[in-house]
């Protein structure tokens, strides 16, 4: 019994130490602060991505279906500002922001076209607003970090928060457009495409302003070489 409880004395003050430790890294390591924080976004980002997947499945939908990719490509961006070691992120991050553009361009327009009628569950409408919520937070976090340390990785990170809160927003208006009103109306429709053409108007921005100030960031390492 004494060794068995020794032991387990032992086991505890060894977690101790380690949450400690951990405790103090994430306090005090910005970079492994951040790899905590995009892990946790990125995972969350993984799953919304699959759940558009299991809507698409249920519904019939290839907006669903737009919206898995869509989703799919911003999990992949923030996993490559932590885990790929690519000279210019900011440029690779910026040219896949364009790609991310189009693949809005296709929702807004399958979001307008006659198919696009579901009435959901709202269990699945709050689901939409709950993530949207969580996204439009992280990106004013996101926002003022960037903003207070001119990181290149937290800029990326800021853009990619930016481009999900579009994305979700507009997910969340047709959404409730679809349940609680009449998306075949004229004011739905005009609805639908100012927003839309509002949200691809941000992502391009967001891609060609990245590219230019990676471009920028090449040429300065240039210069100083």
Same mark, same amino acid.
């Given at each position: 019994m004494?060794?068995?409880?020794w ?5 505890s ?6 949450i400690?430790t ?16 995009v ?7 993984f ?20 919206l ?11 996993f ?9 992120l900011?440029?690779?991050?910026g040219i ?27 269990i699945?409408v709050?689901?939409?607003a709950?993530?949207?919520f969580?996204q ?6 996101n926002?003022?970090?960037?903003h ?5 990785k937290l800029?990326i990170l800021?853009?990619? #928060?930016? !481009?999900s809160? @579009? *994305?979700?927003?507009?997910? =969340?208006?047709? %959404? +409730? ?9 004229n ?7 100012i #927003?839309? !053409?509002?949200? @691809? *108007?941000?992502?391009l921005? =967001?891609?060609? %302003? +990245?590219?230019k ?5 090449k ?7």
């Amino acid at each position: 019994m004494l060794l068995k409880s020794w032991s387990l004395r032992r086991t505890s003050q060894k977690v101790k130490i380690k949450i400690n430790t951990l405790w103090k890294k994430l306090t005090s390591d910005t970079v492994f602060r951040l790899l905590v924080v995009v892990s946790f976004s990125m995972g969350w980002n993984f799953l919304y991505s699959l759940f558009q997947a299991v809507l698409a499945f249920l519904y019939q939908s290839p907006w669903h279906v737009t919206l898995f990719v869509y989703y799919m490509i911003l999990a992949f961006m923030r996993f490559s500002v932590i885990y790929l070691k690519k000279r210019n992120l900011l440029k690779y991050n910026g040219i896949a922001m364009l790609f991310l553009a189009v693949t809005m361009s296709g929702i807004v327009c399958l979001s307008i076209s006659e198919s696009r009628t579901a009435v959901y569950h709202i269990i699945i409408v709050i689901t939409i607003a709950t993530y949207t919520f969580y996204q439009t937070t992280i990106s004013i976090i996101n926002i003022i970090k960037a903003h207070k340390m001119k990181n290149s990785k937290l800029i990326i990170l800021r853009n990619i #928060s930016v !481009a999900s809160s @579009v *994305g979700s927003m507009f997910s =969340l208006e047709c %959404s +409730m457009l679809g349940t609680f009103g009449d998306i075949r109306t004229n004011f739905a429709r005009n609805m639908e495409m100012i #927003s839309g !053409a509002f949200a @691809v *108007g941000i992502i391009l921005f =967001l891609g060609f %302003s +990245m590219i230019k100030y990676g471009k920028m960031q090449k040429n300065v390492k240039r210069t100083v070489k």
